[in-house]
């Protein structure tokens, strides 16, 4: 995956069997080791989550955290500043347990949806938006017995449910 700032290019690597997990490389130099294996790295995206015009590094962990006894899902977002990369956000959780995560382009930024687990068992769709520091809750939808996300597309995203799928414009409408 790469990284974009101005002219310079990271390489990002994410090796869950590594320890540290995340490499990050700049012109085949590593400039970065993060993300301890035992936090179980599972999925690494990019981003500009605040708006800014410059790219960020946002991890999918599944660990414990210091509000939570439990393993949860949770994100941590890191800057790169041309030369380094830094810690952006290491958020203990979301509003809630999600299973996946992708990241979709708004106009003040990308926002980061999530398929969230209810205490039920049954799944809806979140949408978290940067507010200054960390990510804020947008909107929520759906209330499914079973949901994957699909797919991406210019401003939507498809979740599909045991009723099929269900195509979402970011501003949470269906």
Not at 47 to 72: C, F
Not at 137 to 166: C, M, N, Q, Y
């Amino acid at each position: 995956m790469l990284l974009h700032r101005g002219p310079q290019t990271v390489e990002i690597d994410l090796n869950a069997r590594k320890n540290p997990a995340v490499t990050a490389k700049l012109g085949g130099r590593v400039i970065w080791r993060g993300i301890r294996k035992d936090w179980d790295p599972w999925k690494i995206a990019i981003a500009d989550v605040d708006g800014d015009g410059i790219q960020d590094l946002v991890v999918g962990l599944y660990m414990h955290t210091r509000h939570s006894p439990h393993r949860i899902h949770t994100l941590y977002v890191y800057g790169f500043d041309g030369t380094a990369i830094y810690p952006k956000w290491r958020g203990s959780r979301l509003a809630r347990d999600f299973v996946d995560f992708f990241v979709a382009k708004s106009p003040k930024g990308n926002d980061i949806l999530t398929l969230d687990r209810l205490l039920d068992g049954r799944f809806a769709l979140s949408c978290y938006a940067w507010s200054g520091f960390g990510l804020t809750k947008e909107w929520e939808s759906g209330h499914w017995k079973r949901a994957r996300l699909l797919a991406i597309g210019r401003g939507f995203v498809t979740v599909v449910t045991e009723d099929g799928p269900v195509k979402f414009s970011l501003a949470g409408h269906s």
